[in-house]
C-alpha cells in the first residue's frame, strides 16, 4: 500500500532537510519521500500494513492512500496548498486522458509543480533541471528557489499553473 501522510511543520525545517528526514525513514520504508513546504512535511511511504512509530513526531494531519486520485476541483487546492507531488499526480492523470492539443498545456502545468516538488525534497539542481528541460526557467525558477528557502509560494504557484492551463 502506498500512503502519503502529511505533518504540521512544527520545527524549524527547510527542504535541504528533507533527505536527512528521509533517510532515517529509509531504514523501514525504503522508498520513502520526503518534501518540506512552509507549512506541513509529507511522507510518502510503500508498506505492508502497521507502520509502528515513525523517526517524525507528531500525528498526521492527513493519511492518504495513493493512487486514489481526486477529483479536477481539488487541484487549486493541491497547489495553493503547497501538495505539488499531489497535484503532479493528478495533473499526470489528466494528462493521460487528454487530447492532444490539451496534452502540451498539461505538461508544462506538470513541470511546475514537479519542479516545485523536487524543490521541497531539498533537490534544487533537479528542479532546475526540469525547468531547463521545459525552457521554463524564468518566473518559474525564481519560484522554485523560493520554495526551496521554505517561503510560501502556494497561491503564486497556482497562478503559474492556471496560467500554463488557461484557465
Known amino acids: 500500500m502506498r500512503l ?8 524549524d525545517l527547510s527542504p535541504e532537510d528533507a533527505e536527512r528526514i528521509a533517510t532515517s525513514i529509509r531504514s523501514r520504508f525504503p522508498s520513502a519521500t520526503v518534501r518540506i513546504a512552509s507549512r506541513h ?7 505492508g ?13 492527513i493519511v492518504r492512500e495513493l493512487g486514489k486520485g481526486e477529483s479536477r476541483e481539488d487541484l487549486e487546492t493541491l497547489v495553493t496548498s503547497e501538495r505539488f507531488w499531489e497535484a503532479h499526480e493528478l495533473l499526470e492523470g489528466l494528462w ?3 487530447e492532444r492539443g ?10 511546475v509543480v514537479a519542479a516545485l516538488s523536487k524543490a521541497q525534497e531539498g533537490k534544487l539542481e533537479a ?12 518566473e ?3 519560484l522554485v528557489v523560493a520554495c526551496y528557502r521554505g517561503e510560501r509560494v502556494g497561491e503564486k504557484a497556482w497562478e503559474l499553473v492556471r496560467r500554463e492551463l488557461n484557465c
Do not use: D, Q, Y
Open 96 to 98: 493521460k486522458v487528454a
Open 41 to 47: 512535511i509529507e511522507i510518502a511511504i510503500i508498506t
Open 4 to 11: 502519503l501522510m502529511i505533518f504540521e511543520k512544527s520545527e
Open 49 to 61: 500494513g502497521h507502520l509502528g512509530n515513525l523517526p517524525f513526531s507528531g500525528t498526521p494531519l
Open 140 to 142: 518559474v525558477g525564481e
Open 127 to 138: 528542479a532546475k533541471e526540469i525547468l531547463r528541460r521545459g525552457n521554463m526557467e524564468g
Open 102 to 111: 490539451r496534452r502540451e498545456k498539461l505538461e508544462r502545468a506538470i513541470k
